[in-house]
């Protein structure tokens, strides 16, 4: 969706934009008020911000998905009593990356 489906969503009607020198004109059959404009462009920021977030949790979602076997390894190593402070050692920029995914997703 883009600032101009979401002015035309408001006005109820198509919008254009024309280009006249330096500046760029919204115009519509009917004014199209600066307040309109102003509301479309927030509502516009907030859902861009939305989609941002939302791919950033996916992302999120999918590190921690592609990271599991960690995990898993880890968790074999302790239930076969090895010691698993090397592993630790070996994946904690992993841990940290997982944990700030886990921030990341409960936002």
Not at 24 to 40: E, R
Not at 74 to 85: H, T
């Amino acid at each position: 969706m883009t600032l101009i489906d979401v002015v035309a969503d408001m006005v109820g009607e198509p919008v254009a934009l024309n280009v006249q020198g330096d500046f760029v004109v919204l115009s519509s059959k009917s004014p199209v008020s600066a307040s309109v404009v102003t509301d479309a462009e927030s509502f516009f920021i907030d859902a861009e911000i939305s989609e941002a977030l939302r791919e950033t949790k996916a992302d999120a979602q999918a590190y921690l998905a592609e990271t599991d076997w960690i995990v898993s390894k880890i968790s074999e190593a302790m239930l076969k009593g090895e010691d698993i402070a090397p592993l630790l050692t070996l994946y904690s920029s992993e841990f940290l990356e997982r944990e700030a995914s886990r921030l990341t997703i409960n936002l």
